[in-house]
């Protein structure tokens, strides 16, 4: 089922922000919390940092009315740089591949591709976009379905 969600980055603190959440919300995290020191090596990636291996990669909290808070840790010793602006984006999830590759390709032309749609190692469909607004978007379609 298609679903629409916010995505938000902290330079290190998304397990901080996501227990708060929590809390405020009175839910539990929708899937086990996963952590870049979970990820396989890949050719031609340097060695992660220690300081980074227990950092957050995904986590999710649903909040209200269906809606999914996501997050992740954004540390600069893997290239990234957290500022107000860059720090959120909506990730979407539709229901086919063929959508997913035609809403990527919708919102990213005349923008930046920031990755590309590609098979990813958690069995899922997945890339990234700024459009020519400056709007943050991510596409995640499980192959699974």
């Known amino acids: 089922m298609a679903r629409t969600n916010t995505y938000l980055n902290f330079a290190r603190s998304t397990e901080e922000v996501f227990g708060f959440y929590k809390s405020v919300f009175g839910t539990e995290y929708s899937c086990d919390i996963a952590r870049f020191g979970d990820i396989p090596p890949q ?4 060695p992660l ?39 959120t ?7 086919t591949k063929e959508e997913t ?3 990527f390709d919708a919102l ?6 920031t990755m590309p749609l590609d098979v990813m190692f958690w069995g899922a469909f997945y890339g990234s976009c700024t459009d020519k607004y ?12």
């Open 43 to 46: 050719d031609g990636m340097p």
């Open 49 to 87: 940092a220690e300081q980074d291996k227990n950092l957050i990669m995904h986590i999710e909290l649903p909040i209200v009315g269906g809606h999914v808070l996501m997050g992740t840790d954004a540390p600069e010793s893997m290239g990234f740089k957290v500022n107000i602006g860059n720090n």
């Open 89 to 95: 984006h909506l990730s979407l999830e539709p229901d």
């Open 101 to 103: 590759q035609r809403l």
């Open 108 to 113: 990213s032309e005349g923008g930046k591709v």
């Open 134 to 145: 400056g709007v943050q978007w991510m596409f995640n379609f499980p192959l699974n379905q």
